[in-house]
T-cell receptor, first 113, second 116 residues
């Protein structure tokens, strides 16, 4: 069965530290990949997405993610986090055709000021 | 552009009662999704509509959950009868469809259901 694994459930960083959140998926076909973020008290919103082309994609607020097909991974990175990045981050996979959407369990990030 | 609307925002019911949630997607979005998000977990897709038709309802507990999307616009999700394990946030999302890059989903604020 298809699944999405996020390796860290809770991450605590100090401001200016670098961030990398892991995401691996299991699906043999073509996928579209997403990272969503949920700030405290707000809706889920799109951070970045990958459909095709350059495997390194850039999103809002300085976030980027790299798709490594051979590793079935789509890790999220930010070189220097801010207190305002405190949120929950979800990796999601949509199988080609849009017929199956699978979310990871989420990673809760807390950034200390 | 107005976002995805959901109501109610909060609902508390007793087990074995019924409850209904309403969702109005972004205008023009053909695809509508209902998710269940239990505390500490990621959203789990319950049902996906493409216009009026159901694309995927493989994870919908059909003995107690039902959903409809009349006229391809707004949608209702019903639980009857509710169980304690149905306590969760129910999220509605919508997306346009058809062309590459259009699977970005826009989420509503969710309905927090507590079953006592």
């Amino acid at each position: 069965a298809q699944s999405v694994s996020q390796h860290n459930h809770h991450v605590i960083l100090s401001e200016a530290a670098s961030l990398e959140l892991g995401c691996n998926y299991s699906y043999g076909g073509t996928v579209n990949l997403f990272w969503y973020v949920q700030y405290p008290g707000q809706h889920l919103q799109l951070l970045l997405k990958y459909f095709s082309g350059d495997p390194l994609v850039k999103g809002i607020k300085g976030f980027e993610a790299e798709f490594i097909k051979s590793k079935f991974s789509f890790n999220l990175r930010k070189p220097s986090v801010q207190w305002s990045d405190t949120a929950e981050y979800f990796c999601a996979v949509i199988t080609t055709g849009g017929f199956k959407t699978i979310f990871g369990a989420g990673t809760r990030l807390f950034v200390k000021a | 552009e107005a976002g995805v609307a959901q109501s109610p925002r909060y609902k508390i019911i007793e087990k074995r009662q019924s409850v209904a949630f309403w969702c109005n997607p972004i205008s023009g979005h053909a695809t509508l999704y209902w998710y269940q998000q239990i505390l500490g977990q990621g959203p789990k897709l319950l049902i996906q509509f493409q216009n009026n038709g159901v694309v995927d309802d493989s994870q919908l507990p059909k003995d107690r959950f039902s959903a409809e999307r009349l006229k391809g616009v707004d949608s209702t999700l019903k639980i009857q009868p509710a169980k304690l394990e149905d306590s969760a946030v129910y999220l509605c999302a919508s997306s346009s469809s058809g062309t590459s890059g259009s699977y970005e989903q826009y989420f509503g604020p969710g309905t927090r259901l507590t079953v006592t």
